[in-house]
């Protein structure tokens, strides 16, 4: 059975981090589910790495599709690449996608995509990810659409939850979750007593993704005063880089 996951266009560490911990449930759990990534989700090297498989999603008609269409499925299998027919159901692993502080294209693209799903048949399932605000029409009627192909929706805080409820009502298809990625094995140990460590994320978004500067500013001045209330509790602060973008982030402490 093939299951595909969708994310980012970006192949960063917290993509990274979410398509590892997917792959390790479905090894422990259903083992003989193949999971298979777009264009989208890393490169080639990316994708060899955990041994995904490839679904060229290729709609317009040219050679390429002709090609697609006209191989054996032997030659495609050596290739790595399957056909969208063989999917079961399409994972969303965005993390943080859609709302109005997102591009309303990818919106579009992903309803576009959840459309097509559904009518091979496919179960759709958005996992744990922060979602909204939907004030701009443009954005709320995309993820309207998202959510009417949906299967399963899941919001991993609160104030999601409110915002899609916002846009449908009750809904028993939406959800809340915790995010999924801190269930990754560590291959490393800091070799500390772990029940007193608090680990802090810096995260470049958080600054690139506020409402304003004012609130923009605000963000160091909060990660220090955890690190503090860590210190003051007798707690060990650990911080956990999200990606290389978010080194500089790292002065702060």
């Known amino acids: 059975m093939f299951i595909e996951v969708s994310g980012t266009s970006t192949w ?11 792959r390790e449930h479905f090894k422990d759990h259903h083992p003989n589910v193949r999971l298979a990534v777009d264009a989208g989700f890393g ?4 994708r060899a790495k955990y041994g995904l498989w490839y679904n060229p999603r290729i709609k317009k008609f ?6 697609l269409k006209l191989s054996p499925r032997s030659f495609m299998r050596t290739m790595g690449i399957i056909n969208e027919r063989e999917i079961y159901a399409l994972l969303d692993a965005s993390g943080f996608a859609f709302g ?31 979602l909204g605000l939907f004030e701009k029409p443009a954005i709320r009627d995309a993820f ?3 959510v009417r192909y949906s299967d399963l929706i899941y919001a991993r805080d609160s104030i999601s939850l409110q915002d899609i409820q916002d846009i449908i009502g009750h809904d028993n298809r939406v959800r809340p979750a915790p995010d999924f990625t801190n269930l990754v094995k560590p291959k490393l140990s800091f ?5 007193r460590r608090v680990c802090i994320v810096p995260h470049q978004r958080m600054i690139e993704k506020a409402n304003s500067k004012k609130e ?4 160091l001045p909060l990660l220090a005063s955890f690190i503090r209330f860590a210190s003051e509790a007798n707690l060990e602060a650990t911080l956990m880089v999200h990606g290389k973008e978010d080194r500089p982030l790292e002065t702060f402490a």
Not at 12 to 22: D, H, Q, S, T, Y
Not at 191 to 195: A, E, L, M, P
Not at 216 to 219: K, L, Q, S
């Open 12 to 22: 960063n560490k917290g993509a990274e981090l979410m398509m590892v911990a997917i």
């Open 62 to 67: 040219g050679r390429s599709l002709i090609s």
């Open 100 to 130: 109005d502080q997102h591009p309303t294209e990818r919106a579009k693209r992903f309803a576009d995509q959840v459309a097509d799903a559904k009518r091979s048949g496919q179960k759709v399932i958005l996992l744990p990810q922060a």
């Open 43 to 46: 490169k080639y090297e990316d």
């Open 191 to 195: 070799g500390t007593d772990k029940s």
């Open 144 to 146: 309207s659409r998202i």
């Open 216 to 219: 923009a500013d605000r963000y």
